[in-house]
């Protein structure tokens, strides 16, 4: 397997999230929940792996009414969602090479 090829981010539910952040510059952790169609607590358990791997930033900020958290790809998800899908690509798509 291509050494660009992350077990971090294969994992279909952050796959998805990493898909869907990928074409956004932050979204509401409320909006990500519902694109994946799953509990608060699921998608907190993956973003935390995510964050631990510096692939996501989450961001809280205050103000008037209720706290919201804030989901973006970092520089580094960026780049290892890009050569995920590149390996993927290669997989399924060995001419491309």
């Known amino acids: 397997m291509s050494a660009s090829f992350n077990d971090t981010i ?13 074409g956004t510059t932050e979204v509401e952790f409320g909006v990500l929940r519902d694109f994946l169609a799953v509990a608060d ?10 964050q631990e791997a510096d692939y996501v930033e ?6 008037r009414g209720r706290v919201r958290t804030w989901v ?21 798509e060995p001419d491309a090479r």
């Open 10 to 22: 294969h994992a279909p539910l952050r796959l998805r999230t990493c898909a869907f952040l990928e």
């Open 41 to 50: 607590s699921v998608v907190s358990k993956h973003l935390k792996v995510l």
């Open 72 to 92: 973006s790809l970092t520089k580094q998800g960026r780049a290892a969602y890009a050569a995920h899908v590149a390996a993927l690509r290669a997989l399924v």
């Open 58 to 63: 989450l961001r809280k900020p205050t103000g």
